[in-house]
Nanobody, 125 residues
Framework: QVRLVESGGGLVQPGDSLRLSCTASGTTLNNLRMSWFRQAPGEKREFVAS?????????YKDDSIESRFTISRDNAKSTMYLQMNSLKPDDTAVYYCAAGVGIATIRAGLAYDYWGQGTQVIVSS
């Protein structure tokens, strides 16, 4: 059974940085696409970023996210990361990691087989 556990969330001020981690157990990561999603209060869950199994390619929600966030992974440590810089209040959300094999539509949450429990990020002055 694959288990994903997120960590690294917290309360920060606008302009600060955070690094989220997602550690997997129960499988090797090399063949899994892994992604980050987030859900703000009262909003639908949305795609944030995705990285291929080897880590050779990544994809972001939009230019704003790509200019501030960096997704990476260390398969030897079974861990994926999301470095978030220049955080804004609009980034406030619960951040979830997701993983799956053969994902055809990266942005679609339903395409993923495994999910973590989420980690809260609050950006507020």
């Amino acid at each position: 059974q694959v288990r994903l556990v997120e960590s690294g969330g917290g309360l920060v001020q606008p302009g600060d940085s955070l690094r989220l981690s997602c550690t997997a157990s129960g499988t090797t990561l090399n063949n899994l696409r892994m992604s980050w999603f987030r859900q703000a209060p009262g909003e639908k869950r949305e795609f944030v970023a995705s990285i291929s199994g080897s880590g050779s390619s990544s994809y972001y929600k939009d230019d704003s996210i790509e200019s501030r966030f960096t997704i990476s992974r260390d398969n030897a440590k079974s861990t994926m990361y999301l470095q978030m810089n220049s955080l804004k209040p609009d980034d406030t959300a619960v951040y979830y990691c997701a993983a799956g094999v053969g994902i055809a539509t990266i942005r679609a949450g339903l395409a993923y087989d495994y999910w973590g429990q989420g980690t809260q990020v609050i950006v507020s002055s």
